[in-house]
């Protein structure tokens, strides 16, 4: 698995690299069929995406039997941090503060959530002591 995302998944591309890390290597059809669970998606089309995230290096191809087996070429963790990273530096000017104070201003979090949130703050300031 490569750890540097070269480039960013597109909104298509992240959706099939979400079933490739849920579901593990798969054929197209596989990843067709899933997709079409949701909404009608031809099969072409998610051939195409596929071909285009094995050039961007998001999956590999193994095309050691008759059906090709795709699967992620990167860790979901890495492109969660990516995405995120870009979000906050486009969307809040780079500030992590900024962008958790509005999730939580516009938010009703449960108790167990507030409680979860203060333990990871409490795990971040141990860390950095």
């Known amino acids: 698995m490569t750890k540097i995302l070269q480039q960013k998944p597109t909104d298509s591309e992240l959706e099939i690299l979400q079933l490739l890390w849920e579901y593990g290597a798969c054929s197209v059809r596989f990843i067709n069929d899933k997709l079409n669970e949701k909404r009608e998606v031809g099969y072409t089309t998610t051939l195409k995406i596929m071909q285009i995230m094995t050039d961007k ?56 959530e507030l409680e979860e949130i203060k333990a990871l703050i409490k795990k971040i300031e141990n860390k950095n002591q």
Request: charged fraction near 25%.
């Open 57 to 112: 290096k998001l999956v590999h191809r193994n095309t050691e039997q008759r059906t090709h087996i795709y699967e992620a070429n990167v860790k979901e963790n890495d492109v969660q941090k990516g995405l995120l990273k870009n979000f906050v530096d486009a969307t809040f000017r780079g500030s992590a503060m900024n962008m958790v104070m509005q999730a939580l201003g516009n938010h009703n979090a449960s108790k167990e």
